[in-house]
């Protein structure tokens, strides 16, 4: 079985400081991992993916995360946060196959202060 | 091209009435996903399709929920007799299956709130 762990459920980081939100996954296989992003009233958006190509994964809106295998982690970054990264932040881990299906993370609210 | 189209985007009904959600993927997609949103739990994976047909419908909380597929350009979650603690954001998303990363996309999401 997969799980994720997102630790603590809110963020808040000053406009132009650097955004590190934390995800730890479990997984019996090799697994495809994903940021996606929910601002509100709105539907979640994939900001990006790891799929076992390059450990550093570049995505949207200047985030990046890294694949670590050792530490079963794929934090996000982003070296300067910006007022409109206020958001819910979600990381998902899936197994590959046809029938297979996201696991995500409980979320993490990131506010940004001016 | 179109995303995820959900509809309605707000529905407000009575406690018993029979609630129909509405969800077409993007064309050529073929796994579907129902999920539903509340403060209290988070996101749950109600059921999934894959190629018209329900893979896992572990997620369904009761009877009183079902989900169809009848084309691949369709799909329902039906709640009857729908209950207040139904209300939550109900969302579809769709990926395409075979091959990729299976990056599921999400449409806007239904509000529902029962009384």
């Known amino acids: 079985a997969q799980s994720v762990t997102q630790l603590g459920s809110h963020v808040s980081v000053s406009e132009g400081a650097l955004v590190l939100l934390r995800c730890n996954y479990s997984?019996?296989?090799?697994?495809?991992l994903f940021w996606y992003v929910q601002y509100p009233n709105q539907g979640l958006q994939l900001l990006l993916k790891?799929?076992?190509?390059?450990?550093l994964v570049k995505g949207i809106n200047g985030f990046e995360a890294e694949f670590k295998k050792s530490e079963t982690s794929f934090h996000l970054t982003k070296p300067s946060a910006h007022m409109s990264d206020a958001a819910e932040y979600f990381c998902a881990v899936s197994e590959t196959g046809a029938n297979s299906k996201l696991t995500f993370g409980k979320g993490i609210t990131l506010s940004v202060r001016p | 091209d179109a995303g995820v189209i959900q509809s309605p985007r707000h529905e407000v009904t009575e406690m018993g009435q029979e609630v129909t959600l509405r969800c077409k993927p993007i064309?050529?997609?073929?796994?579907l996903f129902w999920y539903r949103q509340t403060m209290m739990r988070g996101l749950e994976l109600l059921i999934y399709f894959n190629n018209n047909v329900p893979i896992d419908d572990s997620g369904m909380p009761e009877d009183r929920f079902s989900a169809k597929m009848p084309n691949a350009s369709f799909s329902t979650l039906k709640i009857q007799p729908s209950e207040p603690r139904d209300s939550a954001v109900y969302f579809c998303a769709s990926r395409r299956t075979g091959g990729g990363a299976y990056e599921q996309y999400f449409g806007p999401g239904t509000r529902l709130t029962v009384t």
């Open positions: 997984s019996s296989v090799p697994p495809y």
């Open positions: 064309s050529g997609h073929n796994s």
């Open positions: 790891y799929t076992s190509a390059a450990t």
